[in-house]
């Protein structure tokens, strides 16, 4: 399996709503990232786990709250989120933390209402 | 901070043209990456090149790292509609990150 999934594929959510972003890899990838990207352009790092412990945070709101249960898995908890999170969250994972790149999710489309 | 500039933003060609893109950055990289994603979709990893100097060549697209690892170019020969999107360049940095650059739109039109 060399595949990270990503679900939902789209997610509309009212601003009071609480939703949960999914990632599963089983490729042994010790470590795995959210990132967020807008139209037209480059994905924003969120949050990196290595070995299923938070390792950055790169100074996001609170209302995103990653979640590592396990070495396969990773969530993205939302609540109370604004028009302007809407975007592109995608998920990656890789063996070398990087340095040979990343395998991507395909994504969760989210559009907050 | 460790930046990465890609050069052009946007690309419009002729099916079976040739075309590079650019990525250049004043920081020293212990490798670079290359991506290529299609909308809505995640970014797919086309190549990572580690060592100065060093050409990596799949099937039409050639690679290449410059030799002080602060810059790398992608060239496409014969371009076909199938290339068409958003060319990433992406590279290390310490403390676990990658940083990607603005990325280059491709349109090649049949």
């Given at each position: 399996d060399t595949e990270v999934t990503q679900t939902p594929k789209h997610l509309v959510m009212g601003m009071t709503n609480k939703k949960s972003l999914k990632c599963e890899q089983h490729?042994?990838?010790?470590a795995m990232y959210w990132y967020k990207q807008k139209a037209k352009k480059p994905p924003e790092l969120m949050f990196v786990y290595s070995y299923e412990k938070l390792s950055i945070n790169e100074s996001v709101p609170s209302r995103f709250s990653p979640e590592c249960p396990n070495s396969s898995l990773l969530n993205l908890h939302l609540h109370a989120l604004q028009p302007e999170d809407s975007a592109l969250y995608l998920c990656a994972s890789s063996q070398d933390f990087g340095l040979y790149g990343y395998t991507f999710g395909s994504g969760t489309r989210l559009t907050v209402v | 901070t460790q930046l990465l500039e890609q050069s052009p933003q946007f690309l419009s060609i002729q099916e079976g043209e040739n075309l590079t893109v650019y990525c250049n950055s004043s920081s020293v990289f212990s490798s670079l990456q290359w991506y290529r994603q299609e909308p809505g979709e995640g970014p797919v990893l086309l190549v990572t090149v580690v060592t100065g100097g060093e050409v990596k060549k799949l099937k039409r697209l050639t690679f290449q790292f410059g030799d002080a690892r602060k810059d790398s170019s992608l060239h496409i020969t014969a371009a076909q509609p199938g290339d068409t999107g958003l060319y990433l360049c992406a590279a290390k940095t310490s403390y676990d990150k990658v940083i990607f650059g603005p990325g280059t739109s491709l349109s090649v039109i049949p």
């Open positions: 490729m042994g990838h010790r | -």
